[in-house]
């Protein structure tokens, strides 16, 4: 048997060995403990969080297996053909929407509904677990409700017009992944370099109140690299890039996903002022945990345990 600290205290005990003499292998053991504390909550909370997104995993592995060369798999119906053709000029209803995951007999949203008119701006609130990002997700398109529909203009939104659905929206997140290039490069993210539109690219970093910080203070202009994650800028210089970069293809819906929850109050009153400019301009929905972050929204929504504590109408606060 191997000589561990274990089993030498268990082996001095058995043969009579005084206290004195088991002493220095408990302080070992205890110093040992101690020192792995750390990487065991490391690996506990990697597993957690494995944990959490195995739904994810899933749905992206059957796509992935969906469009290999060679599946036989069926695919999906908003793979086929040409995208269809989507309408977005009145309103969008999410009705009655019901939704679990896998494997829970909680839902995390029921019978939940909420009417967002053309070009207003509609703030949801609620603490964590309240169900906001799968609320999001759910608009995205990326899970499906068990029942309940969404409507785009009195139609429903059916798997063939997700792509056109999604080519409609801008999507900011809390934590804005940044590649170690060019200001241009992140706002234009995934756009061939010969293919990006400077219109577009400057009427977006205008709309995120970035543009002049772009011109006037980084050292190369648009051709600044931004470092690692973004470790050469502010926090609220990176939402204002996520916001540009949102902006770049002209949606018609903005999802802002807790995009400020992250930040200092002064910077996040600065990054809101940006997105209030956009009041009128297009469709805003902002997620957040607090009040004063939708404050300036023609209506609130608020969310506890999958249930609108508002109306299906979300209530007006101004």
Same mark, same amino acid.
């Given at each position: 048997?191997?000589?561990?600290?274990?089993?030498?205290?268990?082996?001095?005990?058995?043969?009579?060995?005084?206290?004195?003499?088991?002493?220095?292998?408990?302080?070992?053991?205890?110093?040992?403990?101690?020192?792995?504390?750390?990487?065991?909550?490391?690996? /506990?909370?990697?597993?957690? @969080?494995?944990?959490?997104?195995?739904?994810?995993?899933? *749905?992206?592995?059957? %796509?992935?297996?969906?469009?290999? +060369?060679?599946?036989?798999?069926?695919? +999906?119906?908003?793979?086929?053909?040409?995208?269809?053709?989507?309408?977005?000029?009145?309103?969008?209803?999410?009705?009655?929407?019901?939704?679990?995951?896998?494997?829970? &007999?909680?839902?995390?949203?029921? &019978?939940?509904?909420? %009417?967002?008119?053309?070009?207003?701006?509609?703030?949801?609130?609620?603490?964590?677990?309240?169900?906001?990002?799968?609320?999001?997700?759910?608009?995205?398109?990326?899970?499906?409700?068990?029942?309940?529909?969404?409507?785009?203009?009195? =139609?429903?939104?059916?798997?063939?017009?997700?792509?056109?659905?999604?080519?409609?929206?801008? /999507?900011?997140?809390?934590?804005? /992944?940044?590649?170690?290039?060019?200001?241009?490069?992140?706002?234009?993210?995934?756009? +061939?370099?010969?293919?990006?539109?400077?219109?577009?690219? =400057?009427?977006?970093? %205008?709309?995120?109140?970035?543009?002049?910080?772009?011109?006037? *203070?980084?050292?190369?202009?648009?051709?600044?690299?931004?470092? %690692?994650?973004?470790? =050469?800028?502010?926090?609220? @210089?990176?939402?204002?890039?996520?916001?540009?970069?949102?902006?770049?293809?002209?949606?018609?819906?903005?999802?802002?996903?807790?995009?400020?929850?992250?930040?200092?109050?002064?910077?996040?009153?600065?990054?809101? *002022?940006?997105?209030?400019?956009?009041?009128?301009?297009?469709?805003?929905?902002?997620?957040?945990?607090?009040?004063?972050?939708?404050?300036?929204?023609?209506?609130?929504?608020?969310?506890? &345990?999958?249930?609108?504590?508002?109306?299906?109408?979300?209530? +007006?606060?101004?």
């Amino acid at each position: 048997m191997p000589r561990t600290p274990r089993n030498s205290v268990i082996w001095l005990a058995a043969h009579g060995r005084g206290f004195s003499d088991i002493l220095p292998n408990l302080t070992v053991m205890a110093l040992a403990g101690y020192r792995m504390l750390p990487s065991i909550q490391l690996l /506990y909370g990697q597993l957690s @969080q494995i944990n959490a997104m195995r739904y994810t995993v899933g *749905e992206i592995e059957a %796509e992935l297996a969906e469009i290999e +060369p060679g599946s036989k798999r069926p695919k +999906p119906l908003e793979q086929i053909g040409e995208p269809a053709p989507l309408s977005f000029k009145k309103a969008i209803r999410l009705e009655n929407i019901t939704f679990n995951y896998p494997g829970s &007999n909680r839902a995390v949203l029921e &019978n939940f509904s909420l %009417e967002i008119p053309k070009n207003s701006s509609v703030g949801i609130i609620g603490v964590t677990g309240s169900g906001k990002s799968t609320l999001v997700d759910i608009i995205l398109g990326l899970h499906r409700p068990q029942s309940g529909v969404i409507r785009v203009d009195d =139609r429903i939104l059916t798997p063939s017009e997700f792509t056109s659905w999604r080519s409609m929206i801008g /999507y900011v997140p809390q934590d804005i /992944y940044l590649l170690d290039a060019s200001v241009t490069a992140n706002i234009a993210f995934g756009i +061939p370099p010969d293919q990006v539109d400077q219109a577009a690219l =400057r009427e977006a970093t %205008e709309a995120a109140q970035i543009l002049d910080f772009i011109e006037s *203070e980084l050292p190369a202009k648009w051709n600044t690299l931004v470092g %690692e994650r973004g470790v =050469r800028l502010s926090g609220g @210089q990176r939402q204002r890039i996520g916001l540009a970069r949102a902006l770049c293809h002209r949606p018609q819906l903005l999802v802002l996903d807790e995009a400020t929850s992250a930040l200092d109050t002064k910077t996040e009153m600065e990054v809101i *002022e940006a997105i209030n400019a956009l009041h009128g301009q297009l469709t805003l929905i902002i997620i957040a945990h607090r009040l004063s972050t939708v404050e300036r929204c023609d209506s609130v929504a608020r969310l506890e &345990n999958g249930r609108s504590l508002s109306s299906s109408l979300p209530t +007006p606060v101004r």
